[in-house]
């Protein structure tokens, strides 16, 4: 009654521009303003960062063991990366190092064949230590590409799970909203003083907004992680593949968001949500698994590269591996781009057919319809 007292004294509607962005601050108000979206967002970005901190660290402690060594023995760990040597006077005060937990083994020589030195240990003896101390001879690699490489491993389930995780998470959130609106008739009210595409339209911006703000400050929190715990080499490696991530996130999330609006308007109750917004869900759940199971077949993950619903995640993990040419993500970004505005204009329609339609479940095909 206000929106509708305020136009009449304004004299003329608001335009579709400025009813886009009211709707969009709307949504991204409310949800700024529920503690539970507040609180899971804060849990999320400090796990996210304790988790970048210790892999970091952890990963650092791993590759620099603390030794105590004497002149004449520190000559056998020169070359040997992974150590950082402690040099004492005598082998008692290596041992003693040793003991006190200042040094995790001493290296003393004793000129006894075949090596010409001694490991001493505290009380277990550790078998990571000795087979860094041994000699590994040169190997060769036959078939490189299908060699097993946990880094970019790594890289494909990270891609994966937070796209898992965000689209999942927002879309649901505005489906949930889309019914309830529709549920409480508030609906009604809302299109009195917006166009129902501007309502859709400022849905999905305020949502995409949120969503991209979140994979952003993601991307902060990795970025600093991995600069503290001093893996400038992994982050020079991945900072390409995560911007184009965000890239790729942002029409695809755009794309999803414009489905899951549109097949929640095809229901009037909260219960009914998952018989039309199941087959999104399972659009955004195949890519996770997709690169779990695929992420070291390069043909699987050249066809995710150019398939709208995972190239987000085909994409930047393909790109982080070396796989792709440089023109490559600029034809599936273009490839996305398209579909994206196909789906928009098919969720419009849809959910401008089914918004005021109360009751059973609208048919997608009545909906197309109108």
């Known amino acids: 009654m ?39 967002f804060g849990i999320l970005f400090v796990l996210a960062l304790a988790g970048v901190i210790w892999a970091g660290f952890t990963a650092k402690d791993a590759a620099t063991t603390p030794v105590a060594v004497t002149a004449d023995s520190q000559q056998y760990i020169q070359g040997v990366p992974g150590f950082e040597a402690t040099t004492v006077d005598s082998a008692d005060a290596a041992r003693e190092l040793v003991r006190s937990g200042d040094a995790d083994a001493a290296i003393i020589a004793d000129g006894a064949p075949p090596l010409g030195y001694t490991v001493v240990f505290d009380r277990d003896a550790s078998t990571s230590l000795l087979m860094a101390l041994s000699e590994t001879p040169a190997v060769e690699l036959l078939d490189v590409e299908n060699a097993t490489n946990w880094a970019g491993y790594i890289a494909a389930i990270g891609f994966g799970i937070i796209f898992l995780f965000a689209a999942q998470t927002f879309g ?102 998952g018989s039309t917004t199941t087959p999104i869900m399972l659009l955004i759940m195949a890519p996770y698994f997709l690169v779990i199971f695929f992420w070291n077949n390069p043909t699987v993950l050249a066809v995710m590269s150019y398939v709208p619903f995972s190239a987000p995640v085909g994409m930047p993990t393909r790109m982080f591996l070396g796989q792709v040419d440089w023109w490559e993500p600029l034809v599936s970004l273009a490839i996305l781009i398209v579909t994206c505005i196909g789906a928009i204009l098919v969720g419009a329609k849809i959910y401008e057919n089914s918004l005021l339609r109360m009751g059973a479940r609208v048919k997608l095909s009545d909906a197309l319809k109108g």
Not at 228 to 236: A, C, H, K, R, S
């Open 2 to 40: 206000s929106t509708t007292t305020t136009r009449s004294a304004a004299g003329a509607a608001p335009g579709f521009g400025q009813s886009v962005w009211l709707v969009a601050e709307r949504e991204i108000g409310s949800k700024l303003r529920s503690k539970s979206f507040l609180i899971s």
């Open 172 to 273: 649901a959130t505005m489906a949930q909203s889309v019914v309830e609106e529709k549920q409480t008739r508030v609906v009604e009210l809302l299109i009195s003083a917006v166009p129902t595409r501007a309502l859709l339209a400022g849905k999905v911006i305020g949502n995409t907004v949120l969503a991209m703000a979140q994979i952003l400050i993601l991307a902060a929190i990795a970025v600093v992680g991995l600069t503290v715990t001093g893996q400038t080499e992994f982050l020079q490696g991945v900072g390409a593949p995560i911007a184009w991530f965000a890239v790729f996130f942002l029409f695809g999330f755009i794309l999803l968001a414009a489905l899951f609006a549109a097949a929640a308007a095809m229901v009037s109750r909260q219960e009914d949500i």
